[in-house]
């Protein structure tokens, strides 16, 4: 069976009216969706195109993602505004600060790579978390969507009066973010004024920038002519800083399942940008004044904006317009105000992408469950032809193909991130890590692991022995989840009478990053670090405990439950259930994730 574009969304079977809207947070642009919700009326995704500042007659879907504070970390300007010309000049006299790329600053650790040094990115200002700077384009982002909708929709302001406190959102993010950047957004989300703290859980949703682009890519039809259920696809969001990978299955009529681990390259379009400043740098301008901060800044600055974009010939030598006739320097190829570098040189510049990508891809296959042959590049890198005919060239060589979309392939996010709100296409998603718990196991002596660690031992009030440090697996890698599939693992704890917990008890959830199967035994804990902490409420369980004896009379209390978790969904979510000693009847209560966002 093929796919077709699915021009129509159902009806919306709410009984009320209500807006969603997705704010896309890109490394170099942003950018923001929404579809008012009618019951019984299919709902149209419509993007936000007017913003304000933009020199563009009729405005743009996307806007750039930077900041101009002063000394006192005021805002003074944020997207077109801080590029324009006016803006700029005073910003130079008044010493503003201005910030890009700070979407970089929240990446996971884990993700770092030899190319990249936190020097390499662009600092916030003293006194700024990444927390506040995101916060505040956040802030930037709703009221540019709240003041496009008033002015787009009849009886706009009280539309808005009547809808304000009624709005879900979806908000975007890499492939390789995980809870402790959900957590982070929703917190600057918070701050921004988006919903209230205790409406967070229930009106913020996340989605991966990969899986955004697949909803993107079914609704314009993008897929058309695919048949997408004896073979799998690739779609390759390409942005400003990470490359996000996802791949594909068609699963009944009107559904998608993962058929591999997702995977993020930090190989987006700014490290183009950053290797063509070192090369000027160190390099090609080292010995001339142009290879002087201001001056250099000024010649990358027009290489990001118009040779990188422009790029397409290796034959022909490439001119960087960053001056006028006055700006010569012969002997490293300025005359005019015009910089020459060579095309061969230029193309160095994308490489690292390229074959990052090439790498991804090719780990996709080989773990993916059927073929794949086909390719969809989407995000603002995609638009550069060369990157584009390169990977036609390698990854033709390996017998896919690659096709973009014929237009808005930076919108893709954005609209994706709402369609992703009304869909939820994908119903089967695979784990990157393994995941688990860190506890003690039964103490086996017949066991020749065990005895060798009986050194270890820990004697409960029971009189049971058990070994610390054990990694019991929950959910392996590589493992295909439904979105609604439980998985749960029974453990239990002892406590003294003076030890019963009189505030929410907490258990860790750990993943594996490592290839290959987990060691059963954590001895280097840095291979298994935090995902995040559950918090429950265990009041209703202690309550229902009775004292037992152990061996040599010690009294203690006994509680055993099982962590359900659900891995399935675009967030992690927790229940902790246990039996009532009285009825028989299984009870639950949720669990709540928190990660450690001061890592960040």
């Not at 058929?259 to 930090?266: G, H, S, Y």
């Not at 397409?312 to 015009?338: A, M, T």
């Not at 439980?486 to 929410?504: G, V």
Request: aromatic letters at 10%; one cysteine or more.
């Amino acid at each position: 069976m093929q796919l077709t574009a699915a021009n129509r969304h159902k009806p919306y079977d709410g009984k009320t009216r209500k807006l969603v809207i997705a704010l896309d947070v890109g490394t170099t642009f942003g950018g923001a969706s929404f579809a008012k919700l009618e019951p019984g009326i299919p709902p149209e995704i419509q993007g936000v195109t007017r913003f304000p500042g933009q020199q563009k007659v009729g405005g743009s879907a996307k806007v750039p993602s930077v900041i101009y504070y002063d000394a006192h970390g005021t805002v003074k300007a944020v997207g077109s505004e801080a590029t324009d010309l006016a803006f700029l000049d005073e910003a130079e006299d008044k010493g503003y600060i201005r910030v890009e790329w700070f979407k970089l600053h929240l990446r996971p650790k884990g993700l770092s790579a030899n190319h990249i040094r936190d020097s390499d990115i662009p600092p916030l200002p003293r006194g700024k978390s990444i927390l506040d700077v995101f916060s505040d384009y956040l802030k930037y982002l709703y009221e540019c969507t709240r003041k496009y909708i008033m002015d787009t929709t009849f009886n706009g302001t009280s539309y808005w009066a009547s809808l304000k406190d009624n709005i879900d959102f979806v908000l975007t993010h890499p492939n390789g973010w995980e809870g402790q950047q959900q957590q982070s957004m929703r917190k600057a989300a918070v701050q921004a004024g988006l919903v209230r703290q205790a409406d967070s859980y229930d009106r913020i949703r996340f989605v991966t920038e990969g899986e955004a682009s697949l909803h993107f890519c079914i609704g314009n039809g993008t897929l058309s002519g695919i048949d997408l259920e004896n073979e799998g696809l690739i779609i390759v969001d390409a942005g400003g800083g990470t490359i996000d990978l996802s791949a594909y299955r068609r699963d009944g009529e009107d559904e998608f399942a993962e058929i591999a681990p997702t995977q993020c390259r930090l190989q987006g379009s700014v490290f183009v940008t950053r290797r063509a400043h070192d090369y000027l740098r160190d390099g090609k301008l080292k010995a001339s004044r142009f290879g002087q901060p201001d001056e250099l800044n000024l010649i990358v600055k027009a290489f990001d904006a118009t040779t990188k974009v422009t790029f397409y010939d290796k034959s022909k030598p490439c001119f960087v317009q960053f001056g006028g006739v006055r700006d010569k320097d012969l002997s490293v190829g300025i005359r005019n105000g015009l910089l020459r570098i060579e095309a061969e040189t230029v193309a160095q510049f994308f490489e690292p992408s390229v074959t990052g990508i090439v790498e991804a891809v090719t780990l996709q296959r080989a773990a993916a469950s059927i073929p794949i042959k086909s390719i969809v590049l989407v995000g603002g890198f995609a638009a550069s032809e060369w990157l584009f005919s390169r990977l036609r060239r390698e990854l033709g060589a390996l017998g896919l193909q690659v096709f973009r979309p014929d237009a808005h392939v930076n919108k893709a996010v954005a609209d994706g991130g709402v369609s992703f709100y009304l869909d939820h296409t994908v119903t089967m998603r695979v784990s990157r890590f393994s995941y688990g718990n860190r506890c003690a196991t039964r103490y086996i002596p017949y066991l020749a692991e065990h005895r060798q660690r009986e050194h270890t031992v820990l004697i409960l009030p029971s009189g049971e022995k058990r070994l610390p440090n054990y990694y019991d697996e929950i959910l392996p890698k590589g493992t295909t989840v439904k979105a609604a599939t439980e998985f749960r693992e029974m453990y239990s704890r002892q406590y003294r009478p003076a030890e019963l917990p009189t505030s929410p008890i907490t258990s860790a959830i750990y993943c594996y990053q490592g290839d290959g199967l987990p060691p059963k035994w954590v001895v280097d804990a840095s291979e298994y670090p935090v995902v995040c902490t559950l918090e429950w409420d265990a009041s209703s369980i202690i309550n229902t405990l009775e004292p037992k004896r152990g061996a040599n009379g010690t009294m203690y209390y006994y509680l055993q439950y099982d962590l359900v978790l659900l891995f399935g969904l675009t967030e992690l979510k927790a229940q902790v259930a246990w039996t009532d000693p009285e009825t028989g009847e299984e009870e639950r209560c949720p669990a709540v994730a928190v990660y450690d966002c001061d890592d960040i």
